[in-house]
């Protein structure tokens, strides 16, 4: 996994790719089991519905009354630095 193409939100974390064939960048929450996905013609857009993705995804936690997941860096060999930014678990 690229450190360098991941984004983060509200303790989430996601991942970014681009379809060249569909010219269309999309990802997935990385570190949890329940799948979140979005996508975007640019990269406002992407980050957009990640934004989007989560928030619907805590909020429908909340309506049904589970604990939502965070994202466990950890298993990516990814933590935060002092500075809050990713860097690569030794």
Known sequence: MNVNKM???????GSVEFSETDGV?????????????????????L??????????????CKDENIKPE???????GIKYNFMNEFVIAK
């Open 25 to 45: 960048f999309y990802g997935k929450v990385q570190g949890i089991n329940s799948l979140i996905s979005y996508e975007g013609t640019t990269i406002s857009e």
């Open 70 to 76: 965070i994202s466990n860096f950890e298993n990516y």
């Open 7 to 13: 984004i983060r939100y509200n303790n989430y974390v």
């Open 47 to 60: 980050i957009d519905d990640f934004h989007g993705a989560v928030d619907d995804y805590i909020e429908l």
